[in-house]
Nanobody
Framework: QVQLVESGGGLVQAGGSLRLSCAAS????????MGWFRQAPGKEREFVAA????????QYVDSVKGRFTISRDNAKNTVYLQMNSLKFEDTAVYYCAADPDHFGPRSSEYDYWGQGTQVTVSS
């Protein structure tokens, strides 16, 4: 069982930066693939980024490549999402998720989810 708590969301102007954090409980955190997803009002939840258990492999949705960076610190049981050059269309609730078996963008494969943190980008 893994419990996830996101933080770091807020209001930022377009072009600004935010760093989201996701703190995980449990000693098995280092075994999990971790992902970030987001959901904007009236839209479906979409994949943003994923990172393998040791950080050696990452994947991003095309719309954030070159602007967002996912990383993890297994000693701190925390995964991060550094978001730079934010755009209005990045506005959404951001969720982190944990998957013990699969690496990839399919939300249905992630077993554990946080409660989400709101990111609002003003234009």
């Amino acid at each position: 069982q893994v419990q996830l708590v996101e933080s770091g969301g807020g209001l930022v102007q377009a072009g600004g930066s935010l760093r989201l954090s996701c703190a995980a409980s449990g000693r098995t955190f280092r075994r999990y693939v971790m992902g970030w997803f987001r959901q904007a009002p009236g839209k479906e939840r979409e994949f943003v980024a994923a990172i393998s258990w040791n950080g050696g492999r990452t994947q991003y949705v095309d719309s954030v490549k070159g602007r967002f960076t996912i990383s993890r610190d297994n000693a701190k049981n925390t995964v991060y999402l550094q978001m730079n050059s934010l755009k209005f269309e990045d506005t959404a609730v951001y969720y982190c998720a944990a998957d013990p078996d699969h690496f990839g963008p399919r939300s249905s494969e992630y077993d554990y989810w946080g409660q989400g943190t709101q990111v609002t980008v003003s234009s």
